[in-house]
C-alpha cells in the first residue's frame, strides 16, 4: 500500500471513531444532579474533601455492581467519600428505590448478598455521619435484612414497594511517603 492511501485510510479510521463517539454520547441520558439536600455533616481533617458528585445510578452501579433494569426506578442516592485523620479512604452511600421486579429478589437472595432477614439490625450508619433527611426508612411494616458481619443493610416496605439500602466501609491507606 502506498503511503498515500495509507494515511487517508488513518484519517479516514479516526473520522469515523470521532464520529461514533459524538454520536453515542449525544444518545446518553444526562447525569443526574447529586442529592443537594444532603448536607456534608462528615468531619474531614483541614486539608481533606468530602466528595459527593456522583449520580444516583452512579451509586446504584457501585453498590449493587450491576446497572439498574427498566423497572429500578432511583428516587435518591448518594455516596461519600473522605479520609480519615491517618489517611485511610472512608465511605458510605444511601439509596432510596422502587425496586423492578428482578432487583428485590436477586438483594435478598442469602446466596448472592449474604443478606439475612432481622428484627434487631445492628447499627447501620457509620459513626459521625447522619443519614440524608430523604432517608426515613423507620417504619412498622419495614422488612428488614441486613448481612451478619458487614454493613450492608436494607430496608423494605412492600405497600409501596419501596426499598432503602445503605452500606459503609473502609477503602486503602494512603501509601507512605
Known amino acids: 500500500m502506498r503511503p498515500r492511501t495509507l494515511a487517508l485510510a488513518g484519517l479516514l479510521g479516526l473520522l469515523l471513531v470521532t464520529i461514533g463517539f459524538r454520536v453515542s454520547s449525544a444518545r446518553r441520558p444526562p447525569r443526574e444532579a447529586v442529592d443537594k439536600d444532603y448536607p456534608?455533616?462528615?468531619?474531614?481533617?483541614?486539608?481533606?474533601?468530602?466528595?459527593?458528585?456522583?449520580?444516583?445510578?452512579?451509586v446504584?452501579?457501585?453498590?449493587?455492581?450491576?446497572?439498574?433494569?427498566?423497572?429500578?426506578?432511583?428516587l435518591h442516592g448518594v455516596?461519600?467519600?473522605?479520609?480519615?485523620?491517618?489517611?485511610?479512604?472512608?465511605?458510605?452511600?444511601f439509596l432510596e428505590i422502587h425496586p423492578g421486579s428482578e432487583l428485590l429478589g436477586?438483594?435478598?437472595?442469602?446466596?448472592?448478598?449474604?443478606?439475612?432477614?432481622t428484627n434487631?439490625?445492628?447499627e447501620w450508619l457509620p459513626e459521625g455521619i447522619d443519614a440524608p433527611t430523604w432517608f426515613r426508612p423507620a417504619s412498622q411494616?419495614?422488612?428488614?435484612?441486613?448481612?451478619?458481619?458487614?454493613?450492608?443493610?436494607?430496608?423494605?416496605?412492600?405497600?409501596d414497594n419501596l426499598l432503602f439500602a445503605t452500606d459503609h466501609g473502609l477503602g486503602f491507606a494512603l501509601a507512605a511517603p
Open 40 to 58: 456534608a455533616t462528615v468531619p474531614v481533617p483541614p486539608g481533606q474533601h468530602l466528595r459527593s458528585d456522583l449520580s444516583a445510578e452512579d
Open 60 to 74: 446504584f452501579r457501585r453498590a449493587f455492581w450491576r446497572h439498574p433494569a427498566e423497572d429500578d426506578k432511583i
Open 79 to 93: 455516596r461519600l467519600e473522605w479520609e480519615d485523620r491517618e489517611g485511610v479512604r472512608q465511605w458510605a452511600w
Open 106 to 117: 436477586t438483594l435478598i437472595d442469602s446466596s448472592r448478598f449474604g443478606l439475612l432477614p
Open 120 to 122: 434487631k439490625p445492628r
Open 141 to 159: 411494616d419495614m422488612r428488614i435484612f441486613q448481612h451478619p458481619s458487614q454493613r450492608l443493610t436494607l430496608f423494605y416496605r412492600r405497600s
